[in-house]
T-cell receptor
């Protein structure tokens, strides 16, 4: 079974631009979560979707948004990029809808903002 | 709000020796606890979880973890370390209740494990 696929693997953008990251979950998984990983802040929760509904959102500004499609694929968008948005963005999917279901992570998209 | 502390930024252990990576947590009510491992330029891989029941949980690659409710700890252990175990290890917690907060996994800062040949 294919794992979680994130595209692209690497992105370089300029301040002020916007970016869209894509995530395809493991087949059959309906929950998708997004995390931001930086050396200083570690892993921080962005948002979680289940069946196209956002169930929870982390403490990030409104420039960070996401959505989930009917096939469970998800996208994350960051508008008006800032230097501090440079990070590894990780997508994870899970089979169950409950909190006991482990997350399965993709290899991430490394975003560099210059 | 839940939180996780991994008190050691780095742990060094000789190959063949037992290893322990420490984790303590804070959460309202009972927790779901997880350990993940991250290799360079890769995402996180699930190792094991504690939901309920036996305090000693066995996971992938020979790892196990011991849940201690009174000390609010969930230390990761392995009887004999391998060089290939060298990686970044993350402890994570989710609250037991259902609701918006339960869908958020809160991670510790990570512990870099180096196994020396």
């Amino acid at each position: 079974k294919a794992g979680v696929t994130q595209t692209p693997r690497y992105l370089i953008k300029t301040r002020g631009q916007q970016v869209t990251l894509s995530c395809s979950p493991i087949s059959g998984h309906r929950s998708v979560s997004w995390y931001q990983q930086t050396p200083g802040q570690g892993l921080q929760f962005l948002f979680e979707y289940f069946s196209e509904t956002q169930r929870n959102k982390g403490n990030f500004p409104g420039r960070f948004s996401g959505r989930q499609f009917s096939n469970s694929r998800s996208e994350m968008n960051v508008s008006t990029l800032e230097l501090g948005d440079s990070a590894l963005y990780l997508c994870a999917s899970s089979l169950g809808q409950g909190p006991d279901s482990p997350l399965h992570f993709g290899n991430g998209t490394r975003l560099t903002v210059t | 709000a839940q939180s996780v502390a991994q008190p050691e930024d780095q742990v060094n252990v000789a190959e063949g020796n037992p290893l322990t990576v420490k984790c303590t947590y804070s959460v309202s009510g009972n927790p779901y606890l997880f350990w993940y491992v991250q290799y360079p330029n890769r995402g996180l891989q699930f190792l094991l979880k504690y939901i309920t029941g036996d305090n000693l949980v066995k996971g992938s690659y020979g790892f196990e973890a011991e849940f201690n409710k009174s000390q609010t700890s969930f230390h990761l252990k392995k009887p004999s370390a391998l060089v290939s175990d060298s990686a970044l290890y993350f402890c994570a917690v989710r609250p037991l209740y259902s609701g918006a907060g339960s869908y958020q996994l809160t991670f510790g800062k990570g512990t870099k494990l180096s196994v020396i040949p």
